[in-house]
Protein backbone atom coordinates (compact mmCIF):
# COMPACT_ATOMS: atom_id res chain seq x y z
CA UNK A 1 0.00 0.00 0.00
CA UNK A 2 2.87 2.27 0.37
CA UNK A 3 4.25 1.85 -2.40
CA UNK A 4 1.36 2.59 -4.35
CA UNK A 5 0.12 5.62 -2.47
CA UNK A 6 3.96 6.78 -3.52
CA UNK A 7 3.60 5.67 -7.11
CA UNK A 8 -0.04 7.64 -7.60
CA UNK A 9 0.90 10.61 -5.31
CA UNK A 10 4.31 10.79 -7.58
CA UNK A 11 2.21 11.50 -11.05
CA UNK A 12 0.95 14.14 -9.84
CA UNK A 13 2.58 17.03 -11.66
CA UNK A 14 2.51 20.94 -11.66
CA UNK A 15 0.40 22.27 -14.70
CA UNK A 16 2.46 23.55 -17.49
CA UNK A 17 0.00 26.91 -17.47
CA UNK A 18 0.79 27.47 -13.42
CA UNK A 19 3.90 26.75 -13.73
CA UNK A 20 4.42 29.67 -15.83
CA UNK A 21 2.58 31.89 -13.69
CA UNK A 22 4.51 31.23 -10.51
CA UNK A 23 8.11 31.54 -12.83
CA UNK A 24 5.97 34.92 -13.67
CA UNK A 25 5.53 36.39 -10.49
CA UNK A 26 9.08 35.47 -9.05
CA UNK A 27 10.74 37.02 -12.07
CA UNK A 28 8.42 39.89 -10.93
CA UNK A 29 10.36 40.69 -7.67
CA UNK A 30 13.31 41.63 -8.87
CA UNK A 31 11.51 44.84 -10.95
CA UNK A 32 9.29 45.37 -8.65
CA UNK A 33 12.18 45.51 -5.62
CA UNK A 34 12.53 49.34 -4.36
CA UNK A 35 15.44 50.14 -2.14
CA UNK A 36 15.53 54.00 -1.53
CA UNK A 37 17.38 55.86 1.33
CA UNK A 38 15.98 58.32 3.35
CA UNK A 39 17.31 61.76 3.79
CA UNK A 40 18.02 60.88 7.88
CA UNK A 41 20.21 57.90 6.50
CA UNK A 42 17.34 55.00 8.16
CA UNK A 43 17.19 52.57 4.86
CA UNK A 44 14.02 51.87 3.59
CA UNK A 45 13.92 48.29 2.30
CA UNK A 46 10.46 46.56 0.47
CA UNK A 47 9.58 43.81 -1.61
CA UNK A 48 6.89 44.08 -3.49
CA UNK A 49 5.40 41.51 -6.35
CA UNK A 50 2.88 41.38 -8.66
CA UNK A 51 0.43 38.56 -7.97
CA UNK A 52 0.04 36.57 -10.75
CA UNK A 53 -3.28 34.76 -10.08
CA UNK A 54 -6.14 32.55 -11.92
CA UNK A 55 -8.89 35.23 -11.09
CA UNK A 56 -8.47 39.08 -12.89
CA UNK A 57 -10.51 40.59 -9.45
CA UNK A 58 -7.36 38.69 -7.45
CA UNK A 59 -4.90 40.63 -9.33
CA UNK A 60 -6.66 43.48 -8.86
CA UNK A 61 -6.55 43.22 -5.24
CA UNK A 62 -3.18 41.82 -4.86
CA UNK A 63 -1.85 44.65 -6.93
CA UNK A 64 -3.89 47.24 -4.53
CA UNK A 65 -2.57 45.32 -1.74
CA UNK A 66 1.19 44.68 -3.46
CA UNK A 67 1.15 48.42 -4.05
CA UNK A 68 0.46 48.91 -0.38
CA UNK A 69 3.12 46.81 0.59
CA UNK A 70 5.73 48.84 -1.70
CA UNK A 71 5.83 51.37 1.19
CA UNK A 72 4.27 49.23 4.25
CA UNK A 73 6.33 45.98 4.64
CA UNK A 74 9.35 43.84 4.10
CA UNK A 75 6.70 41.37 4.71
CA UNK A 76 4.95 42.45 1.11
CA UNK A 77 2.63 40.41 -0.38
CA UNK A 78 4.27 37.15 1.63
CA UNK A 79 2.96 39.27 4.55
CA UNK A 80 -0.18 39.80 3.14
CA UNK A 81 -0.54 36.16 2.56
CA UNK A 82 0.66 34.90 5.59
CA UNK A 83 -1.30 37.51 7.26
CA UNK A 84 -4.49 35.90 5.13
CA UNK A 85 -4.06 32.68 6.55
CA UNK A 86 -3.31 33.52 10.02
CA UNK A 87 -6.02 34.15 11.59
CA UNK A 88 -8.18 35.80 8.93
CA UNK A 89 -11.55 36.80 10.92
CA UNK A 90 -11.86 40.04 9.48
CA UNK A 91 -15.09 40.15 10.03
CA UNK A 92 -14.74 40.56 13.43
CA UNK A 93 -11.61 43.00 12.82
CA UNK A 94 -11.85 46.95 14.32
CA UNK A 95 -10.65 49.52 12.88
CA UNK A 96 -8.27 51.56 14.52
CA UNK A 97 -9.85 54.85 14.64
CA UNK A 98 -12.96 53.46 16.25
CA UNK A 99 -10.47 52.42 19.36
CA UNK A 100 -8.24 55.42 19.86
CA UNK A 101 -9.63 56.38 23.20
CA UNK A 102 -8.53 53.04 24.72
CA UNK A 103 -5.31 52.85 26.38
CA UNK A 104 -3.73 50.77 24.18
CA UNK A 105 -3.33 53.32 20.70
CA UNK A 106 -3.55 50.67 18.15
CA UNK A 107 -7.12 49.36 19.48
CA UNK A 108 -8.18 45.84 21.22
CA UNK A 109 -5.57 43.19 20.55
CA UNK A 110 -8.03 40.70 21.33
CA UNK A 111 -10.18 42.39 18.89
CA UNK A 112 -7.99 42.60 15.88
CA UNK A 113 -7.18 39.92 13.92
CA UNK A 114 -3.14 40.66 14.18
CA UNK A 115 -0.17 38.76 13.31
CA UNK A 116 2.91 39.17 15.05
CA UNK A 117 5.97 38.75 13.58
CA UNK A 118 8.42 38.89 16.61
CA UNK A 119 11.30 38.36 14.19
CA UNK A 120 12.29 34.80 14.99
CA UNK A 121 11.92 33.45 11.63
CA UNK A 122 8.02 32.04 12.78
CA UNK A 123 6.36 34.81 10.96
CA UNK A 124 3.78 35.06 13.75
CA UNK A 125 2.68 31.01 13.72
CA UNK A 126 1.85 30.49 17.31
CA UNK A 127 -0.96 29.12 18.91
CA UNK A 128 -4.30 30.44 19.90
CA UNK A 129 -3.26 30.38 23.44
CA UNK A 130 -0.36 32.42 22.77
CA UNK A 131 -1.85 35.22 20.76
CA UNK A 132 -4.31 35.31 23.64
CA UNK A 133 -1.80 36.01 26.09
CA UNK A 134 -0.26 38.48 23.96
CA UNK A 135 -3.29 40.55 23.23
CA UNK A 136 -3.33 40.41 26.91
CA UNK A 137 -0.19 42.04 26.84
CA UNK A 138 -0.06 44.65 23.95
CA UNK A 139 -3.24 45.82 25.61
CA UNK A 140 -2.01 46.25 29.24
CA UNK A 141 1.05 47.29 27.67
CA UNK A 142 2.03 51.31 28.26
CA UNK A 143 2.53 52.70 25.13
CA UNK A 144 3.59 55.94 26.81
CA UNK A 145 1.89 59.48 24.74
CA UNK A 146 1.99 59.93 21.15
CA UNK A 147 6.16 60.68 20.05
CA UNK A 148 6.01 63.89 18.34
CA UNK A 149 10.04 64.54 17.47
CA UNK A 150 11.15 61.82 15.27
CA UNK A 151 13.88 63.88 13.87
CA UNK A 152 12.94 62.49 10.51
CA UNK A 153 13.08 59.14 11.28
CA UNK A 154 10.32 56.90 9.81
CA UNK A 155 9.47 52.99 9.05
CA UNK A 156 11.71 51.05 10.30
CA UNK A 157 11.06 47.66 8.63
CA UNK A 158 14.15 45.33 7.61
CA UNK A 159 16.80 47.13 9.09
CA UNK A 160 18.87 45.29 11.51
CA UNK A 161 17.52 47.00 14.49
CA UNK A 162 13.51 45.72 14.23
CA UNK A 163 12.69 44.06 16.39
CA UNK A 164 9.19 42.71 15.49
CA UNK A 165 5.99 43.45 13.40
CA UNK A 166 2.42 43.93 14.06
CA UNK A 167 0.05 43.87 11.17
CA UNK A 168 -3.21 43.30 10.54
CA UNK A 169 -5.79 44.45 8.26
CA UNK A 170 -9.36 45.76 8.40
CA UNK A 171 -12.18 45.89 5.47
CA UNK A 172 -10.69 48.66 3.75
CA UNK A 173 -7.09 48.94 5.45
CA UNK A 174 -3.83 47.77 6.46
CA UNK A 175 -1.98 48.23 9.12
CA UNK A 176 1.56 47.93 10.95
CA UNK A 177 3.24 48.81 13.83
CA UNK A 178 6.93 48.48 13.71
CA UNK A 179 9.10 48.45 16.60
CA UNK A 180 12.86 48.61 16.32
CA UNK A 181 15.48 47.77 18.91
CA UNK A 182 15.69 51.04 20.93
CA UNK A 183 12.04 50.90 21.28
CA UNK A 184 10.96 53.46 18.34
CA UNK A 185 7.35 52.27 17.38
CA UNK A 186 5.89 53.21 14.24
CA UNK A 187 2.14 52.75 13.54
CA UNK A 188 1.01 53.19 9.99
CA UNK A 189 -2.01 52.54 8.52
CA UNK A 190 -2.77 52.56 4.53
CA UNK A 191 -5.96 52.58 3.35
CA UNK A 192 -6.32 50.24 0.05
CA UNK A 193 -7.64 51.67 -2.82
CA UNK A 194 -10.88 50.49 -4.15
CA UNK A 195 -10.34 47.18 -6.04
CA UNK A 196 -12.75 48.21 -8.97
CA UNK A 197 -10.22 51.14 -9.94
CA UNK A 198 -7.01 49.58 -11.72
CA UNK A 199 -3.83 48.91 -9.89
CA UNK A 200 -1.96 52.24 -8.79
CA UNK A 201 0.94 52.72 -10.65
CA UNK A 202 2.64 54.81 -7.63
CA UNK A 203 2.72 53.45 -3.95
CA UNK A 204 0.18 54.96 -1.55
CA UNK A 205 0.95 57.61 0.83
CA UNK A 206 -0.02 55.96 4.41
CA UNK A 207 -3.66 57.39 5.32
CA UNK A 208 -2.01 57.82 8.93
CA UNK A 209 1.40 57.51 10.87
CA UNK A 210 1.95 57.53 14.59
CA UNK A 211 5.08 57.36 16.47
CA UNK A 212 6.17 56.30 20.11
CA UNK A 213 9.17 55.77 22.46
CA UNK A 214 8.27 52.55 24.30
CA UNK A 215 10.86 50.77 27.28
CA UNK A 216 11.59 48.16 25.20
CA UNK A 217 13.27 46.28 27.76
CA UNK A 218 10.10 45.71 29.66
CA UNK A 219 8.49 44.83 26.00
CA UNK A 220 10.76 42.37 25.56
CA UNK A 221 10.67 40.99 28.76
CA UNK A 222 6.98 40.49 28.53
CA UNK A 223 7.12 39.22 24.71
CA UNK A 224 9.70 36.56 25.44
CA UNK A 225 8.23 35.31 28.47
CA UNK A 226 5.06 34.51 26.36
CA UNK A 227 6.66 32.99 23.85
CA UNK A 228 8.45 30.93 25.91
CA UNK A 229 5.81 29.15 27.07
CA UNK A 230 4.28 28.36 23.47
CA UNK A 231 7.34 25.72 23.32
CA UNK A 232 5.98 24.39 26.25
CA UNK A 233 2.27 24.70 25.15
CA UNK A 234 3.65 22.85 21.96
CA UNK A 235 5.21 20.36 23.78
CA UNK A 236 2.30 19.26 26.09
CA UNK A 237 -0.06 19.12 23.25
CA UNK A 238 2.75 16.59 21.59
CA UNK A 239 3.48 14.68 24.81
CA UNK A 240 0.23 12.62 25.54
CA UNK A 241 2.23 9.86 26.38
CA UNK A 242 2.55 7.61 28.97
CA UNK A 243 5.73 6.98 31.36
CA UNK A 244 6.07 3.33 29.81
CA UNK A 245 6.35 5.25 26.44
CA UNK A 246 3.92 6.07 23.50
CA UNK A 247 1.17 3.51 23.06
CA UNK A 248 0.05 4.29 20.18
CA UNK A 249 3.30 3.93 19.05
CA UNK A 250 3.24 0.24 20.37
CA UNK A 251 1.83 -3.05 18.98
CA UNK A 252 0.44 -4.11 22.88
CA UNK A 253 -1.94 -6.42 23.76
CA UNK A 254 -4.63 -5.91 26.83
CA UNK A 255 -6.36 -8.68 28.17
CA UNK A 256 -8.73 -8.80 31.28
CA UNK A 257 -11.12 -12.01 32.09
CA UNK A 258 -13.38 -11.28 29.55
CA UNK A 259 -11.67 -8.30 26.82
CA UNK A 260 -8.91 -8.63 24.88
CA UNK A 261 -7.57 -5.94 23.10
CA UNK A 262 -4.92 -5.63 20.40
CA UNK A 263 -4.49 -3.75 16.98
CA UNK A 264 -6.67 -5.94 14.97
CA UNK A 265 -9.60 -4.18 17.27
CA UNK A 266 -9.03 -0.94 14.84
CA UNK A 267 -10.60 1.60 16.47
CA UNK A 268 -10.95 0.22 20.27
CA UNK A 269 -7.29 -0.04 20.08
CA UNK A 270 -6.59 2.82 18.91
CA UNK A 271 -8.90 4.34 21.62
CA UNK A 272 -7.52 2.08 24.50
CA UNK A 273 -3.79 3.67 23.38
CA UNK A 274 -4.67 6.99 23.79
CA UNK A 275 -6.31 6.43 27.22
CA UNK A 276 -3.63 4.46 28.55
CA UNK A 277 -1.10 7.37 26.96
CA UNK A 278 -3.67 9.86 29.13
CA UNK A 279 -4.14 7.84 31.87
CA UNK A 280 -2.97 9.40 35.18
CA UNK A 281 -0.45 6.66 36.41
CA UNK A 282 0.94 8.92 39.45
CA UNK A 283 4.06 9.05 41.21
CA UNK A 284 6.27 5.64 41.03
CA UNK A 285 5.78 3.94 44.61
CA UNK A 286 7.66 1.51 46.32
CA UNK A 287 7.16 -2.49 45.41
CA UNK A 288 4.30 -3.89 48.44
CA UNK A 289 5.91 -6.74 50.32
CA UNK A 290 5.85 -10.00 48.77
CA UNK A 291 4.31 -8.88 45.51
CA UNK A 292 7.77 -6.95 44.36
CA UNK A 293 8.17 -9.96 41.31
CA UNK A 294 5.69 -9.67 38.47
CA UNK A 295 4.94 -13.07 38.58
CA UNK A 296 4.10 -12.89 42.40
CA UNK A 297 1.26 -10.97 41.08
CA UNK A 298 -1.49 -13.19 40.72
CA UNK A 299 -4.59 -11.32 41.04
CA UNK A 300 -4.07 -9.43 37.73
CA UNK A 301 -7.15 -7.18 36.55
CA UNK A 302 -5.29 -6.76 33.65
CA UNK A 303 -2.60 -7.44 31.60
CA UNK A 304 -0.76 -5.16 29.14
CA UNK A 305 2.04 -6.10 26.84
CA UNK A 306 4.37 -5.33 24.31
CA UNK A 307 7.45 -5.90 22.89
CA UNK A 308 10.32 -4.22 21.12
CA UNK A 309 13.43 -5.36 19.39
CA UNK A 310 13.54 -8.16 22.14
CA UNK A 311 12.43 -6.27 24.94
CA UNK A 312 9.21 -7.61 26.56
CA UNK A 313 7.31 -5.49 28.78
CA UNK A 314 4.57 -5.66 30.96
CA UNK A 315 1.88 -3.90 32.78
CA UNK A 316 -0.24 -5.19 35.15
CA UNK A 317 -3.25 -4.41 37.03
CA UNK A 318 -4.42 -5.90 40.29
CA UNK A 319 -7.61 -5.82 41.39
CA UNK A 320 -6.66 -3.11 44.22
CA UNK A 321 -4.82 -0.69 41.70
CA UNK A 322 -1.34 -2.46 42.44
CA UNK A 323 0.57 -2.15 39.27
CA UNK A 324 3.94 -3.46 38.26
CA UNK A 325 5.70 -2.46 34.94
CA UNK A 326 8.28 -4.72 34.21
CA UNK A 327 10.68 -5.54 31.07
CA UNK A 328 13.08 -8.22 29.92
CA UNK A 329 15.51 -7.91 26.97
CA UNK A 330 15.68 -11.35 25.56
CA UNK A 331 18.17 -12.76 22.93
CA UNK A 332 17.87 -13.90 19.50
CA UNK A 333 16.39 -17.44 20.25
CA UNK A 334 14.20 -15.99 23.05
CA UNK A 335 15.44 -18.20 25.50
CA UNK A 336 17.34 -15.98 27.90
CA UNK A 337 16.41 -13.11 29.74
CA UNK A 338 17.47 -10.45 31.81
CA UNK A 339 15.67 -7.75 33.30
CA UNK A 340 15.70 -4.22 32.33
CA UNK A 341 13.48 -2.50 34.37
CA UNK A 342 10.65 -2.51 37.34
CA UNK A 343 8.74 -0.18 38.52
CA UNK A 344 5.58 0.16 40.67
CA UNK A 345 2.54 2.64 41.09
CA UNK A 346 -1.09 2.39 42.34
CA UNK A 347 -3.99 3.53 40.11
CA UNK A 348 -7.72 4.06 41.02
CA UNK A 349 -8.78 0.47 38.76
CA UNK A 350 -12.47 0.96 39.13
CA UNK A 351 -12.12 4.03 36.75
CA UNK A 352 -9.58 2.40 34.94
CA UNK A 353 -11.73 -0.59 34.19
CA UNK A 354 -15.04 2.27 33.32
CA UNK A 355 -12.35 3.90 30.56
CA UNK A 356 -11.37 0.64 29.19
CA UNK A 357 -15.29 -0.04 28.73
CA UNK A 358 -15.81 3.30 27.43
CA UNK A 359 -13.41 2.99 24.66
CA UNK A 360 -15.01 -0.50 23.59
CA UNK A 361 -18.22 1.25 23.88
CA UNK A 362 -16.99 4.35 21.66
CA UNK A 363 -15.37 2.67 19.18
CA UNK A 364 -18.77 0.71 18.55
CA UNK A 365 -20.65 3.74 18.10
CA UNK A 366 -20.47 5.87 14.82
CA UNK A 367 -19.05 8.96 15.30
CA UNK A 368 -20.75 12.25 15.25
CA UNK A 369 -19.24 13.09 12.04
CA UNK A 370 -20.92 10.08 10.31
CA UNK A 371 -24.38 11.20 12.19
CA UNK A 372 -24.39 14.53 10.82
CA UNK A 373 -23.66 13.07 7.47
CA UNK A 374 -26.46 10.44 8.09
CA UNK A 375 -28.88 13.18 9.38
CA UNK A 376 -28.01 16.22 7.11
CA UNK A 377 -30.56 18.20 5.06
CA UNK A 378 -34.07 18.51 6.24
CA UNK A 379 -36.40 15.35 6.65
CA UNK A 380 -39.38 15.07 4.11
CA UNK A 381 -40.49 11.81 5.40
CA UNK A 382 -39.60 9.06 7.11
CA UNK A 383 -41.59 5.24 5.56
CA UNK A 384 -41.06 2.09 7.28
CA UNK A 385 -41.61 -1.03 5.21
CA UNK A 386 -41.97 -4.61 5.45
CA UNK A 387 -39.69 -6.19 3.16
CA UNK A 388 -39.87 -9.67 4.69
CA UNK A 389 -40.16 -12.82 2.06
CA UNK A 390 -40.49 -10.44 -1.19
CA UNK A 391 -42.84 -8.03 0.58
CA UNK A 392 -42.96 -4.41 0.21
CA UNK A 393 -45.37 -3.22 2.47
CA UNK A 394 -45.33 0.75 3.68
CA UNK A 395 -46.82 -0.38 7.37
CA UNK A 396 -45.60 3.09 8.84
CA UNK A 397 -48.67 4.38 10.98
CA UNK A 398 -51.59 6.14 9.42
CA UNK A 399 -52.83 8.03 12.36
CA UNK A 400 -51.22 11.50 12.59
CA UNK A 401 -49.15 11.22 16.07
CA UNK A 402 -48.18 7.43 15.77
CA UNK A 403 -46.58 8.19 12.08
CA UNK A 404 -44.79 11.64 13.53
CA UNK A 405 -43.11 9.09 16.31
CA UNK A 406 -42.18 6.82 13.71
CA UNK A 407 -40.45 9.31 11.19
CA UNK A 408 -38.75 10.86 14.47
CA UNK A 409 -37.37 7.77 15.79
CA UNK A 410 -36.34 6.47 12.30
CA UNK A 411 -35.04 9.78 11.79
CA UNK A 412 -33.25 10.41 15.12
CA UNK A 413 -32.74 7.59 17.70
CA UNK A 414 -32.42 4.85 15.00
CA UNK A 415 -29.64 6.34 13.54
CA UNK A 416 -28.21 7.13 16.98
CA UNK A 417 -28.88 3.34 17.79
CA UNK A 418 -26.20 2.52 14.70
CA UNK A 419 -23.16 0.69 15.17
CA UNK A 420 -19.72 0.52 13.49
CA UNK A 421 -19.28 -3.09 13.62
CA UNK A 422 -20.46 -4.99 10.68
CA UNK A 423 -22.27 -7.88 10.46
CA UNK A 424 -22.49 -9.70 7.26
CA UNK A 425 -26.03 -9.06 5.10
CA UNK A 426 -27.92 -12.08 4.44
CA UNK A 427 -31.21 -11.92 1.99
CA UNK A 428 -32.96 -14.57 4.14
CA UNK A 429 -32.60 -12.38 7.31
CA UNK A 430 -33.49 -8.90 5.66
CA UNK A 431 -37.06 -7.67 7.63
CA UNK A 432 -37.43 -3.92 7.37
CA UNK A 433 -36.80 -1.01 5.34
CA UNK A 434 -36.52 3.03 6.35
CA UNK A 435 -36.77 5.10 3.65
CA UNK A 436 -36.28 8.51 4.55
CA UNK A 437 -36.00 11.58 2.76
CA UNK A 438 -34.34 14.94 3.15
CA UNK A 439 -34.22 17.88 1.22
CA UNK A 440 -30.76 19.73 1.07
CA UNK A 441 -30.46 22.61 -0.58
CA UNK A 442 -31.52 22.33 -3.88
CA UNK A 443 -30.59 18.36 -3.77
CA UNK A 444 -33.45 15.60 -2.87
CA UNK A 445 -31.74 13.03 -0.97
CA UNK A 446 -33.13 9.40 -0.40
CA UNK A 447 -31.40 7.28 2.06
CA UNK A 448 -32.82 3.83 2.09
CA UNK A 449 -31.70 1.50 5.15
CA UNK A 450 -32.16 -2.15 4.86
CA UNK A 451 -32.38 -3.86 8.60
CA UNK A 452 -32.06 -7.74 8.55
CA UNK A 453 -32.90 -9.59 11.43
CA UNK A 454 -29.15 -10.45 12.38
CA UNK A 455 -28.84 -7.01 13.60
CA UNK A 456 -26.93 -5.90 9.89
CA UNK A 457 -28.34 -2.67 8.51
CA UNK A 458 -26.75 -1.35 5.00
CA UNK A 459 -27.66 2.51 3.73
CA UNK A 460 -27.68 2.87 -0.22
CA UNK A 461 -28.13 6.77 0.19
CA UNK A 462 -29.58 8.00 -3.75
CA UNK A 463 -29.93 11.97 -5.10
CA UNK A 464 -33.18 12.07 -6.69
CA UNK A 465 -34.08 13.73 -10.18
CA UNK A 466 -36.02 14.48 -12.33
CA UNK A 467 -33.94 11.58 -14.94
CA UNK A 468 -34.22 9.29 -12.24
CA UNK A 469 -32.02 8.53 -8.84
CA UNK A 470 -28.08 8.95 -8.57
CA UNK A 471 -26.30 6.72 -6.43
CA UNK A 472 -24.54 8.89 -3.75
CA UNK A 473 -23.04 6.44 -1.38
CA UNK A 474 -23.44 3.11 0.70
CA UNK A 475 -22.33 2.06 3.79
CA UNK A 476 -22.69 -1.08 6.67
CA UNK A 477 -23.75 -0.93 10.22
CA UNK A 478 -24.92 -3.00 12.89
CA UNK A 479 -28.24 -2.14 15.08
CA UNK A 480 -29.68 -4.11 18.14
CA UNK A 481 -32.50 -5.63 16.08
CA UNK A 482 -34.32 -6.56 19.18
CA UNK A 483 -34.28 -3.11 20.28
CA UNK A 484 -34.70 -1.52 17.30
CA UNK A 485 -38.42 -3.91 16.96
CA UNK A 486 -38.88 -2.50 20.25
CA UNK A 487 -38.87 0.74 19.56
CA UNK A 488 -40.95 0.35 16.47
CA UNK A 489 -43.63 -0.93 18.65
CA UNK A 490 -43.60 1.57 21.36
CA UNK A 491 -44.28 3.98 18.86
CA UNK A 492 -47.35 2.29 17.09
CA UNK A 493 -45.36 0.51 14.42
CA UNK A 494 -48.07 -2.13 13.22
CA UNK A 495 -44.63 -5.48 13.17
CA UNK A 496 -46.87 -7.87 14.17
CA UNK A 497 -47.98 -9.37 10.17
CA UNK B 1 16.67 39.52 -1.63
CA UNK B 2 18.64 36.40 -3.25
CA UNK B 3 18.29 34.17 -6.25
CA UNK B 4 16.89 36.09 -7.91
CA UNK B 5 17.44 35.22 -12.12
CA UNK B 6 16.98 31.46 -11.53
CA UNK B 7 13.18 31.74 -10.62
CA UNK B 8 12.58 29.17 -13.87
CA UNK B 9 15.27 26.76 -12.54
CA UNK B 10 13.53 26.98 -9.09
CA UNK B 11 10.59 26.27 -10.14
CA UNK B 12 11.53 23.25 -12.32
CA UNK B 13 13.26 21.79 -9.69
CA UNK B 14 10.95 22.14 -6.62
CA UNK B 15 7.61 22.89 -8.08
CA UNK B 16 6.38 19.41 -8.85
CA UNK B 17 7.34 18.37 -5.16
CA UNK B 18 5.83 21.44 -3.55
CA UNK B 19 2.56 21.06 -5.49
CA UNK B 20 2.41 17.88 -4.87
CA UNK B 21 2.72 18.02 -1.41
CA UNK B 22 0.54 21.22 -1.11
CA UNK B 23 -2.19 19.68 -3.04
CA UNK B 24 -2.64 16.24 -1.05
CA UNK B 25 -2.85 18.09 2.12
CA UNK B 26 -5.05 20.97 0.87
CA UNK B 27 -6.85 19.15 -1.48
CA UNK B 28 -7.92 22.41 -3.32
CA UNK B 29 -5.41 23.05 -6.94
CA UNK B 30 -5.92 26.96 -6.30
CA UNK B 31 -5.11 26.98 -2.63
CA UNK B 32 -2.21 24.67 -3.89
CA UNK B 33 -1.21 27.36 -6.57
CA UNK B 34 -1.50 29.71 -3.60
CA UNK B 35 0.54 28.06 -1.31
CA UNK B 36 3.44 27.09 -3.67
CA UNK B 37 3.67 30.60 -5.48
CA UNK B 38 3.56 32.30 -2.01
CA UNK B 39 6.31 29.79 -1.18
CA UNK B 40 8.28 30.74 -3.56
CA UNK B 41 8.10 34.20 -3.46
CA UNK B 42 9.11 33.98 0.47
CA UNK B 43 12.41 31.91 -1.05
CA UNK B 44 13.10 34.75 -3.07
CA UNK B 45 13.21 37.58 -0.77
CA UNK B 46 13.47 35.29 2.53
CA UNK B 47 15.63 33.05 2.20
CA UNK B 48 18.38 31.85 4.18
CA UNK B 49 22.10 30.60 2.57
CA UNK B 50 21.81 27.23 2.70
CA UNK B 51 23.84 24.50 3.72
CA UNK B 52 23.08 22.05 0.64
CA UNK B 53 20.45 20.89 -1.39
CA UNK B 54 18.74 18.62 1.44
CA UNK B 55 18.61 21.90 3.55
CA UNK B 56 17.18 24.17 0.84
CA UNK B 57 15.04 21.42 0.15
CA UNK B 58 13.22 20.51 3.38
CA UNK B 59 13.73 24.34 4.01
CA UNK B 60 11.17 24.82 1.45
CA UNK B 61 8.64 22.20 2.30
CA UNK B 62 8.76 23.69 5.68
CA UNK B 63 7.32 27.16 4.29
CA UNK B 64 5.10 25.08 1.86
CA UNK B 65 3.78 22.86 4.86
CA UNK B 66 3.15 26.17 7.04
CA UNK B 67 1.27 27.95 4.39
CA UNK B 68 -0.85 24.67 3.79
CA UNK B 69 -1.29 24.54 7.52
CA UNK B 70 -2.61 28.22 7.91
CA UNK B 71 -4.90 27.84 4.99
CA UNK B 72 -6.47 24.96 6.35
CA UNK B 73 -6.94 27.01 10.01
CA UNK B 74 -8.70 29.81 7.83
CA UNK B 75 -10.68 26.90 5.58
CA UNK B 76 -11.89 25.65 9.16
CA UNK B 77 -12.81 29.75 10.34
CA UNK B 78 -14.72 30.61 7.12
CA UNK B 79 -15.92 27.16 6.02
CA UNK B 80 -14.07 27.24 2.69
CA UNK B 81 -14.84 23.98 -0.11
CA UNK B 82 -12.21 21.80 -0.85
CA UNK B 83 -12.80 20.72 -4.10
CA UNK B 84 -13.25 16.67 -5.38
CA UNK B 85 -9.33 16.62 -5.80
CA UNK B 86 -9.57 13.75 -8.70
CA UNK B 87 -12.75 16.02 -10.64
CA UNK B 88 -10.21 18.75 -11.39
CA UNK B 89 -7.05 16.61 -11.70
CA UNK B 90 -6.17 13.65 -13.69
CA UNK B 91 -5.02 10.93 -11.89
CA UNK B 92 -5.15 7.66 -13.59
CA UNK B 93 -8.09 5.48 -12.11
CA UNK B 94 -6.20 2.90 -10.19
CA UNK B 95 -4.23 5.48 -8.48
CA UNK B 96 -8.01 7.27 -7.56
CA UNK B 97 -8.79 4.98 -4.25
CA UNK B 98 -5.93 5.33 -2.49
CA UNK B 99 -4.91 9.21 -3.06
CA UNK B 100 -9.11 9.33 -2.13
CA UNK B 101 -8.55 7.31 1.07
CA UNK B 102 -5.49 9.77 2.10
CA UNK B 103 -7.50 13.06 1.28
CA UNK B 104 -9.64 11.60 3.95
CA UNK B 105 -7.56 11.46 6.64
CA UNK B 106 -7.25 14.45 9.06
CA UNK B 107 -5.01 17.52 8.17
CA UNK B 108 -2.70 16.34 10.81
CA UNK B 109 -1.45 12.52 9.50
CA UNK B 110 -2.09 13.89 6.02
CA UNK B 111 0.67 16.11 6.08
CA UNK B 112 3.36 13.47 8.01
CA UNK B 113 1.82 10.28 5.86
CA UNK B 114 2.83 12.44 2.70
CA UNK B 115 6.01 13.54 3.46
CA UNK B 116 6.91 9.93 4.67
CA UNK B 117 5.32 7.72 2.14
CA UNK B 118 5.29 10.19 -0.85
CA UNK B 119 8.69 12.16 -0.07
CA UNK B 120 10.55 9.42 2.01
CA UNK B 121 11.38 11.41 4.46
CA UNK B 122 12.92 10.06 7.71
CA UNK B 123 10.83 10.46 10.92
CA UNK B 124 13.69 12.89 12.72
CA UNK B 125 13.28 14.92 9.37
CA UNK B 126 9.92 14.99 9.34
CA UNK B 127 10.07 16.31 13.20
CA UNK B 128 12.25 19.54 11.96
CA UNK B 129 10.31 20.36 9.12
CA UNK B 130 6.72 19.95 10.92
CA UNK B 131 8.00 21.25 14.29
CA UNK B 132 6.09 18.15 16.12
CA UNK B 133 8.24 16.14 18.39
CA UNK B 134 9.55 12.56 16.91
CA UNK B 135 7.01 10.57 19.09
CA UNK B 136 4.19 12.67 17.81
CA UNK B 137 5.22 11.65 14.23
CA UNK B 138 5.47 8.25 14.91
CA UNK B 139 2.26 8.33 16.48
CA UNK B 140 0.60 9.92 13.64
CA UNK B 141 2.10 7.78 11.04
CA UNK B 142 0.85 4.42 12.93
CA UNK B 143 -2.46 5.90 13.53
CA UNK B 144 -2.68 7.26 10.06
CA UNK B 145 -1.33 4.15 8.36
CA UNK B 146 -4.44 2.23 10.26
CA UNK B 147 -7.00 4.90 9.29
CA UNK B 148 -5.47 4.89 5.53
CA UNK B 149 -5.24 1.07 5.16
CA UNK B 150 -9.16 0.95 6.54
CA UNK B 151 -10.53 3.57 4.79
CA UNK B 152 -9.06 2.52 1.66
CA UNK B 153 -9.67 -1.15 1.80
CA UNK B 154 -13.04 -0.24 3.05
CA UNK B 155 -14.26 1.92 0.58
CA UNK B 156 -11.91 1.52 -2.19
CA UNK B 157 -11.38 -2.29 -2.67
Given at each position: MDKKLRNAAEKITMPEDMKERIIKACENIDKTNIERTDNDGYTEVASGTERISRKNNIIRIVSAVAACAVLAAGIGTTGVLLHKNHRSQLAGSEDVDAAESRSCPFGDFNELDYTF???????????DETYAKLSEFLNGFSWGEEYENTEGRKIVQD?????CTLYWFTDDANCTVWISNDGFVNYVKYVLPDVSEPPLSEPLEPAESKYYMIDIEAFDKGVQEILAQEEAIAAEKESDVSPFGDFTAFDFELQNGTVRINKNNGRSYELVADMLNRWDWGEETEAQPGREDPFAVTDSEYEISWEIDHDVYWLKIAEDGYVIYSGDRYDEDYLNSEEICRKYYNIEVNSFDEGIYECISEAESITQEEIDDLTSGELISAELYDISEGKNENITPTSEGDKQYVEEFLSGMFIDMLKDNIIPESQEDLRYSAVLMYKDNDKTIRRTYYVHENGCVVLYAYEVTAAGEEPITTASYSVDFNEFENFLVKFGADIEN | MQKCGCAREAVEKYGDMLYRISLLILKNTADAEDAVQETFIKYFTKAPEFADGEHEKAWLITVATNKCRDMLRCRTRHETESEELLNTYAVEKSDSGILEALMELSDKYRIIMVLFYVEQYKIDEIADITGVSVSAVKMRLSRGRKLLEEKYRKEYM
Open positions: DANDEKYGYYSTPDKY | -
